[in-house]
T-cell receptor, first 113, second 116 residues
């Protein structure tokens, strides 16, 4: 079985500062890794995904994440955040694209002007 | 790109009412769809896997008679919350995979269910 740990439930950061949202996973098999963003009262939007290949993955809205197999981590980063980045961010894993996702508990990113 | 449409987006109804939520894949066929539930300030938890033409697979602790799932076509899955009670109030969201196994799932916009 897979599990996902998002160590920080809330991350406040000033506008234009860098941010890193941490994600660690546990799995006995190879997995696909994802980051989703959820704005208030909305569904999930895919930020980026790691399936294979390069361990540095670039996504939408200036976000990127790095897959680290030895540390079983997939931390999300952005060099300069905007007010509009305020949202809930979920890290997730799945065995394949046709299996359900296992989500972390989410990290609330609050960007302060 | 692949789009998943979920309807309605919000439902407010009295206790004891049954509520049907639809999840449609608009430009692709989906033999499998997933239903998740999200309580306030919590993560998404898988409720069930909806399989076209066969019975849904429910996660442990999810009552199949309470949450009826029908996947009658390759583009539509429905979740019916029967005799809903206030504790069923939650955000329900579906997802589907548009193609081969290495593509990410696409999510609907979710349904906010509030039972009075």
């Amino acid at each position: 079985a897979q599990s996902v740990t998002q160590l920080d439930s809330q991350v406040p950061v000033f506008e234009e500062a860098p941010v890193e949202l941490r994600c660690n996973y546990s799995s006995s098999v190879s997995v696909y890794l994802f980051w989703y963003v959820q704005y208030p009262n909305q569904g999930l939007q895919l930020l980026l995904k790691y399936l294979s290949g390069s361990t540095l993955v670039k996504g939408i809205n200036g976000f990127e994440a790095e897959f680290n197999k030895s540390q079983t981590s997939f931390h999300l980063r952005k060099p300069s955040v905007h007010i509009s980045d305020t949202a809930e961010y979920f890290c997730a894993v799945s065995k394949t694209g046709n299996t359900p996702l296992v989500f972390g508990k989410g990290t609330r990113l609050s960007v302060i002007a | 790109g692949a789009v998943v449409s979920q309807h309605p987006s919000r439902v407010i109804c009295k206790s004891g009412t049954s509520v049907k939520i639809e999840c449609r894949s608009l430009d692709f066929q989906a033999t499998t769809m997933f239903w998740y539930r999200q309580f306030p300030k919590q993560s998404l938890m898988l409720m069930a896997t909806s399989n076209e033409g066969s019975k849904a697979t429910y996660e442990q602790g999810v009552e199949k008679d309470k949450f009826l799932i029908n996947h009658a076509s390759l583009t539509l899955s429905t979740l019916t919350v029967t005799s809903a009670h206030p504790e069923d109030s939650s955000f329900y969201i579906c997802s589907a995979n548009p193609g081969s196994g290495n593509q990410p799932q696409h999510f609907g916009d979710g349904t906010r269910l509030s039972i009075l």
